[in-house]
């Protein structure tokens, strides 16, 4: 008898937006793991706090870099996946010991989520379950108070670390907007944003559903303001609308 | 003192996927509202039918049509204008009676859901609250086994109500795609998906999230099958994965 690893989508960070399939697992499970970076606390264990067993086991995988090596570097990709593989060996080795396993995932695990590139490892070897959560992109549109996207209305989501021009194109063609990890990129995608004309109606919201949320209107926003990595830009869809 | 309408992300489909604070509201409520078709109990209502207390007052939201007049036809935006307009007018009463009333979304409230009119209508009148909900879309990725999106990749979200030379030049630039609203469009979605090349590449998930949840890969989907209304087709990202 083998045991599962549990991908679990906690939604975007306040524990009451978790699912009550989520808070089943999470309340019995005896093992848990998480990403976090050095020397942090890992959002998502933050999030699962109250919500975890106090005997569970464990598991904090620390991301090896972040931004100490450029993403067109081969040492990039090459320590990323060697990182990957051993967080994946661990888990395959506690479910083939017939052991459940449930990894804690921020938003929704199959959503540019880093669990994905352990259920690629995994999925072939051991039982794999992931569990939806809300993406954090849907806390930034609820914290907004405005819908995002009305009857036929084209939604695109965008990384804010694309190229200006790539970001241009797409954000001339949608309707509505979604920009992630925006961060530094701020500037960029500002820039980005001015160039087709969608500036004035840009919205900027920082750590959605957490205690330190904030939304601000893009053109509030002062010129040298670096927001949290995780900080999501919007442009509402304007839609059809009886 | 005035009420609060609440509208509540369920999420998908399947009563464990609700959030807590969904399940919480939904557990004390006196007053209960949600759309549904004429002569059907109604997917939001179904949903919450164990989630609800026995006493609670309901009001059924009828929709006048679906599909009885063309969209492109003045008399569709007059009678569902109309038909908010009544909808809203009951709920602002409850609330300015002092009473709470919940609101039973399906999905992700702000993300192309009929609440959305009753907010734009009732938000300057009444205090309204939104409870983001797993979108169906999540439920539709998380079925298909594969994660949607990786690193850089633009993910686009189109209606299968757009015209076809609409669909191409959006299939054509992002990188993931989904579409909703499949149903009766399937036809047209497919032959987009093939003048740009993704047919081979995209899947079909009817029923997410829910007893009946079947998914195709596209290419097996017989010629003359309609699928329900609510079908999603996917294309997965390819981006960046170490």
Redesign the interface.
Known sequence: MTGTVYGV?L??G????????A??LLASARHVAFFRKKGRAGRARTLARDLLPADAVEFAMEYPLTTEIPLEDPR??????EF?DGCAAHLAAIAEDGEDVVVLCEG??????SF??L??RL?ARVAVE??????GM??A??AS???????????????G??EED?LV??ME??DALVVMKVGRNLPKVRVALERTGRAQDAWMIECA?MADQKVTRLADVPAGHVPPYFTIVLVHGQG???
């Not at 306040?14 to 399939?21: F, G, I, K, T, Y």
């Not at 929704?108 to 989520?113: A, L, R, T």
């Open positions: 989508g939604g975007p306040e524990p009451d937006l978790v699912s009550a399939r808070l089943k990039y990709n090459r320590t990323l996946a990957y929704d695990p199959f959503f540019y989520g994905m590139h259920h690629e999925n992931v569990v939806p959560g809300i993406p849907a806390a549109w609820t108070g405005m819908p995002i996207a009305w009857g036929d209305d084209v939604l695109t989501v965008l990384m670390t694309l790539v194109r797409h063609a949608a559903a059809r609308r009886p």
